[in-house]
C-alpha cells in the first residue's frame, strides 16, 4: 500500500446480476506498515471482514507476533414501510404507522404538513405509528416520519395525506304497523 512493500489489502468483490464480479471496496489498516501481510486469511460473515496480518508486530522485543483486524460496515437505515394517506371521519382517531430497517436503536419524530414542503415536529409523536383524531380543518395534512439512528443517520418517509369527511347522520323511516290520526 503506497510505499509499504507487502503491507497487505483485501478486497471485497460482489457478484452483481449473477454474473460478473466487481470491487466494491478495498480493506488496509489505518496503522499498517511495510511486511504485515494484511490478507493473508481472510473471515467473511454478513457485512463485517475479518483479516489476519501474520507478521504485525505489535511489541518491539517481540517480532511477528501477527494481529487480526475487523472491519464492519454498519447497516443504512432505511424505512421499511411508509405511512399510507386516509380518509378519516371527523372526531374518529386514525392512525399512520411506518416502520424502518437497518439499525437498531431507532427514534422517530412524527411531522405535519399543510404544503408538503414546511414541516413541523408533532410535540409527542415519538413512535413508528401517529394517531390524530382529526377536525375537517385537518383535510389535507400531509403527515410523514423521520427516523433517526443515534449516530447522526436518518430515513425520511413518504407523506401520507389526510382527508376528512364529515360524520354523517343516516335518518331511516320505516313504516308503522299501526299508524295514528294527527
Known amino acids: ?48 471482514v475479518i483479516a489476519g496480518a501474520p507478521s504485525v508486530t ?39 404507522t411506518a416502520a424502518s430497517t437497518g439499525a437498531t436503536n431507532v427514534g422517530a419524530q412524527w411531522q405535519v404538513s399543510t404544503d408538503g414542503t414546511n414541516w413541523s415536529n408533532i410535540a409527542g409523536a415519538t413512535s413508528a405509528w401517529y394517531t390524530v383524531i382529526p377536525t ?3 383535510s389535507g395534512k400531509r403527515y410523514r416520519v423521520v427516523f433517526s439512528d443515534g449516530s447522526g443517520g436518518t430515513a425520511t418517509s413518504t407523506a401520507a395525506t ?11 323511516i320505516t313504516s308503522s304497523a299501526q299508524p295514528r290520526r294527527i
Open 162 to 172: 389526510l382527508n376528512v369527511v364529515k360524520a354523517t347522520t343516516k335518518l331511516t
Open 58 to 96: 505489535l511489541d518491539a522485543s517481540q517480532p511477528f507476533q501477527g494481529t487480526a483486524y475487523v472491519f464492519y460496515e454498519a447497516p443504512v437505515l432505511q424505512v421499511a414501510a411508509n405511512p399510507a394517506s386516509q380518509t378519516a371521519t371527523a372526531g374518529a382517531p386514525t392512525t399512520f
Open 1 to 48: 500500500v503506497g510505499s509499504n512493500i507487502r503491507q497487505g489489502a483485501v478486497y471485497v468483490l460482489d457478484r452483481l446480476s449473477g454474473v460478473t464480479w466487481t470491487q466494491t471496496a478495498r480493506l488496509t489498516a489505518a496503522d499498517g506498515v511495510s511486511n504485515d501481510q494484511l490478507g493473508q486469511a481472510v473471515a467473511v460473515g454478513g457485512s463485517a
Open 136 to 138: 375537517t380543518a385537518d
